[in-house]
């Protein structure tokens, strides 16, 4: 089986969440990416902000995020749960992780899908934000993203089925940690 290298640095940063989407999901390592920005300006198709990163070239911004390996057969649901051509263009990155030099490919947000006046829902931050802390990232990150103004989801059947997600990935953290 051919295996992919993804790097999640958004909603997809918890395994529980990736592996609903690629059943074949393992962690290799958390990622430290200087010089990049992550933004909640991808405009989603619910008119919220989701996340996405950009090249800042500023050393002081820093983007963490996981690196996954998956089987290549699960590439195609990603593709698809992730909007690849719909708002997000799939874009390799290169990063060092214990002393191997990994190119991942990733999701980043299409131009004309950044508004940077918009605000991600609050179950969506919250699950960066749960993805963060499950991977024990730099607790200044974890409380930068814990400041992103967020919105409520007026949506009441997506804003339950996410904040039961957050439940279990709450659930899970308690499991394993």
């Known amino acids: 089986m051919i295996?992919?290298?993804?790097?999640?640095?958004?909603?997809?940063?918890?395994?529980?969440?990736?592996?609903?989407?690629v059943p074949s999901a393992a962690v290799i390592g958390v990622v430290k990416a200087p010089g990049r920005k992550l933004?909640?300006?991808k405009r989603s198709k619910d008119l919220s902000g989701k996340c996405s990163f950009y090249e800042s070239g500023n050393t002081d911004d820093i983007l963490y995020g996981v690196l996954y390996e998956f089987d290549?057969?699960?590439?195609?649901?990603?593709?698809r749960a992730e909007g690849k051509g719909n708002g997000y263009n799939e874009q390799l990155v290169s990063?060092?992780?214990?002393?191997?030099?990994?190119?991942?490919?990733?999701?980043?947000?299409?131009?004309?899908?950044l508004d940077g006046s918009l605000r991600p829902y609050d179950w969506y931050k919250?699950?960066?934000?749960?993805?963060?802390?499950?991977?024990?990232?730099?607790?200044?990150?974890?409380?930068?993203?814990e400041r992103i103004d967020a919105i409520p989801d007026s949506d009441v059947k997506r804003n339950s089925e996410n904040l039961?997600?957050?439940?279990s990935i709450r659930e899970f953290y308690k499991r394993v940690k």
């Open 39 to 41: 933004t909640f300006s």
């Open 164 to 167: 039961a997600r957050l439940e």
């Open 3 to 21: 295996k992919l290298h993804y790097f999640a640095y958004g909603s997809n940063l918890h395994p529980l969440r990736l592996q609903e989407r």
């Open 95 to 113: 990063f060092e992780l214990n002393g191997q030099t990994y190119t991942p490919f990733t999701y980043v947000a299409q131009h004309d899908y």
């Open 126 to 145: 919250q699950l960066v934000v749960e993805g963060a802390k499950y991977h024990s990232m730099p607790d200044e990150y974890i409380s930068w993203l």
């Open 72 to 79: 290549s057969v699960d590439k195609e649901k990603l593709d």
